[in-house]
DNA sequence: CGTCTATTTGAATGTACTCAAAAGCGGTGG
DNA sequence: CCACCGCTTTTGAGTACATTCAAATAGACG
């Protein structure tokens, strides 16, 4: 098992000593998830959040009609998971799935909290991540109220270069909120690159 | 001055000695804010988070064409700011104002961060308003994605039922992503009430 | 009252969607 | 290695939801 991404990531945030940091790696579980592979569907109750290694993951909504709404794309270095039933451990409203063949690290809900408990440390180091997820949805919210969809995509671009790279556009038409017909004439029809 | 909205709140997650809840009760600032004046502007640097303790506070970005989009609305018992600009203490997208003559509680960033390190419970309590602040969003942003305005309007009413009585129909119609023209059209054409 | 802002209503317009069908692309098995 | 199958992307025509602009009405506040 290889937990240096993630232990490099915590590091950025809070210092552990050598036991702490067993500690919090004897706490850690490995999952491999094929593309299209689920981690979690609607109305699951989730084990607890997830740190990609390797791979994409995404989380989405279905609504009624059948389409898919991205919420979150994770490249490897990011945390994914359906944060409602993750913190209420209710039945969420959220698919998690593998958009590449993936790996994450992941903590049950229990042994998180265990950890906030036996590491205070860890408190804060959520804490940020908490901060710093709120910012990026406050910032997507913007967008996603304010500009036509031509410049959501254009931002979309700006803040995921390797991501526009790597996936389908159909992928990225549903997270702008657009279908993927009209994505793909609005990057074919007035500048035609 | 009266804290006992805030401390209230505050001891719904974490327990204080009254050493501790006097510490931190000496960080806190009031300020009374008539409406339609600025907590904070585009461009300026955040003090600091805001607690509600009267009134109806908003924030909201600023589109190149003018319009006005609500990024949250906080009655007493919430919080609001520009968390951007909070978090990084650098200049933020959001005007924070008070849509009525409001009253509400602060503390300084710097404030803050010695209060981390003074009584780390505190990063417990705003480690679990960011989880809270975060299934928010989640769900905002399924909405905002997922449904059509007569329904994301539904869904506000259902949410704040009391500021829906209380807020003009402009600023509902800012929140839920629509012209105020087309929230009257929807209200008065298909179901007359 | 009078002024300023919010709401309503209407007509014209535009952005994005639906449905349908063709073309492209990638992976898989023979 | 090629052929086929399924999925993604493209393209087009018709449509719908929501906006813009304009003007009239109604409310709120001093």
Redesign the interface.
Known sequence: MDFSLLLEHVFKHITLTQEEQSYFVSLLNVRKIKKKQYLDQEGDISKGPAFVTRGIMRSY?L?KNG?E?V?QFAPPGWWIG???SI??QKPG??YVDAIEDSEIVWLWKSDLDRL?SDI?KF??F??IL??????A??????S????PAIERYAQFCRLYPSLTESLPQKQVASYI?VTPEFLSKMLNSPAPK
């Open positions: 909504s609504d389409f709404h919420i359906d944060m409602y913190v209420k409203r959220l906030y205070p408190e804060r959520f804490r908490g901060e710093n997820a709120i910012v949805f406050e910032n997507r919210l913007i996603t109220l304010s500009l909120g």
